[in-house]
């Protein structure tokens, strides 16, 4: 499961996980994919991408952090852009509003570089 998020830089979405479960695995349930997907979320090593019910691996599954996501409008691909500076002033700017945070992950959506220039290759 962790190999298969890992796998591609696509976000997958759950159903496509379990579609390759069901491949793999018969009689694997969506409840156990689910189970698994909460899992690997609450471990660290996934993340959730919010704007596209979708989960990709991290690249940084050792340390706790909220993640940024830049995420191609065109081809769906999605590169997480860990910079510890954006995660401490979202903390730091919650903080200071007396919020506290549970996801502090970014999306930011935009043109990969492959598909800024998609005639030229
Ligand atoms: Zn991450
Ligand atoms: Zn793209």
């Known amino acids: 499961m962790l190999q298969l998020v890992w796998g591609g830089?696509?976000?997958l979405g759950a159903y496509d996980i379990l579609d390759t479960l069901k491949r793999e695995r018969r009689g694997a349930a969506p409840p156990t994919v689910y189970r698994a997907l909460v899992f690997l979320l609450q471990q660290g090593p996934v993340h959730r991408i919010e704007s596209r019910n979708a989960f990709v691996g991290?690249?940084?599954p050792e340390t706790p952090h909220g993640g940024q996501f830049l995420i191609c409008l065109v081809c769906g691909l999605a590169a997480e852009l860990n910079d510890v500076?954006?995660?401490?002033a979202i903390r730091n700017g919650a903080a200071g509003a007396g919020f506290?945070?549970?996801h502090g992950a970014i999306e930011v959506e935009g043109l990969c570089p492959h598909c800024q220039d998609g005639e030229g290759g």
Do not use: N
């Not at 500076?85 to 401490?88: F, G, Q, V």
């Open 100 to 102: 506290v945070v549970a």
């Open 9 to 11: 830089h696509k976000p």
């Open 58 to 60: 991290c690249c940084l």
């Open 85 to 88: 500076r954006i995660d401490t």
